[in-house]
């Protein structure tokens, strides 16, 4: 067993305001293992070396692996991805994205990839959680998103059931292998950005704030952020988060709960380059909700296009940017063909859709603001 390297990224976390809530965690720790014939993975700054001469290098490269043939990667393990899931919830569903990156297009697939506990020797899996293999394919030379757990082209769900207690141990994680799909003596280079694991929860009582406005505006000692809420109940404060890349976010400042319900918080430090903010409501029982991500540039902010849950059981809750007089919300299915149109509320940043009587499928849910701008999200309805 080789330890290569530790990944130490912070969580980030969506969550629905009706039944489920999304968790988005990193790993915190990764080591390998070598298997029969199996290349080993190299790690930062060594693993710059093999996109030297790659037409897009990876700036943000975490590990790197270079396949010929049909070679296949060690086995590189992730665990510890730091989840504290109360136990009043349950676990719907799980979902793993595999960020990564490939110098020829089509030829990096992952033959393996599994659910696990770590021991002290090295793992053992989760009975029903091991992905179908071949399905993932990385372009090149862009970096590109690969997702288990919610496509069912790949896999609707893992065949495990799993509560908050096994999720929370610190052992809780993934084994994953890449492999050359290339089929002659050409090399390959392929590397990992990071990975994610994604909880889809269930929980009985509503959580105690609903965000019903979020803007950022520039000022003279910085950017300004401001936010609305309704039905603040119970609320001891809330935390301002600020992320560069809209996955990682770190604290930067916390705000008192008066009940006034309207709040606001300068970023006294903020970057010139696009930054991401989002506001967490802690209430007095510690449970915590996090408001739409809010995207800052020059001086112009926006939310983000979300969708959750990304698995739909009846409804799903979409967050957006405030809508207008010529703002409107449309779902086709994967075949195109037109399923509901219809018209946010003026000045909503939040609009529930009802998906009960549509079939188990793919959703390409489209939002235009009216003033120019459409965004796209995926839902697969169960």
Partial sequence: MRRIFTLAFAFLFIISVHAQDQITNTAAISNTFSGVGTKPWAIPPAASLIWQNVRVPDDNLVAGVSLAGDE???????????????????????????????????????????????????????????????????DSPKSSTQTYGSSCSQLCYWNTTLGPADVNDPAFGLVIQFGNNAGSPQQSLASIDYITITLVLSQQSPLPVNFIGFTGNKTPIGTQLSWKVGDESDVKFYNVERSNNGIIFNSIGMVRATGDKEYSFTDVQPSENLTYYRIKNVDMDDRFKYSTILSFRNGKSELMFKAFPTLVHSSVTLQHDVSSAGSKITINSADGRLIKSLVPNSNAIQTSVDLSNQHSGLYIIRYDNGLGKVQTVKVVKD
């Fill in 72 to 138: 296949k990667s060690d086995f590189l393990v992730l665990s510890d991805f730091n989840f504290s899931i109360p136990l009043n919830y349950s676990i719907a569903q799980i979902i793993v994205d595999v960020y990564g990156n490939s110098s020829r297009n089509n030829t990096i697939v992952v033959p393996y990839l599994q659910l696990i506990k770590t021991t002290n020797s090295g793992y053992n899996p989760i009975p029903g959680s091991i992905a179908k293999s071949g399905f993932v394919r990385f």
